[in-house]
């Protein structure tokens, strides 16, 4: 993480099956989370959203990198429908062995 990234140390990441979405809370709060479907080989994220007093605080990216490997710790592919993950993975090596870039 760089210097930038201000958010406090009570920070806590999961994957949320029920709810077909990666989550990022600080503290109890839910401050970001990404939402998926899971197709038969692929995990498709679909949006990812900031709480308004959580934006611009790097909290984000720390989601993107926990969704990301996961996806690829299971053996599933990537579909980045979801704008900001699509902007993290053209922005971080990597993962490019995993995605498949859904078409325009």
Request: proline residues 5%; contains cysteine.
């Amino acid at each position: 993480m760089s210097s930038e990234d201000k958010f406090a140390p009570d920070v806590s990441v999961r994957r949320n099956d029920a709810q077909h979405r990666y989550e990022l809370h600080v503290g109890d709060v839910l401050a970001v989370q990404s939402f998926y479907r899971d197709l038969p080989g692929h995990i498709d994220f679909s949006h990812t959203e900031t709480g308004e007093e959580f934006e611009g605080q790097g909290l984000g990216r720390v989601l993107a990198h926990f969704a990301l490997d996961d996806v690829v710790a299971s053996g599933k592919r990537i579909i980045p429908h979801c704008p900001f993950i699509a902007g993290y993975l053209r922005k971080h090596e990597g993962y490019e062995q995993y995605v498949d870039w859904p078409d325009s």
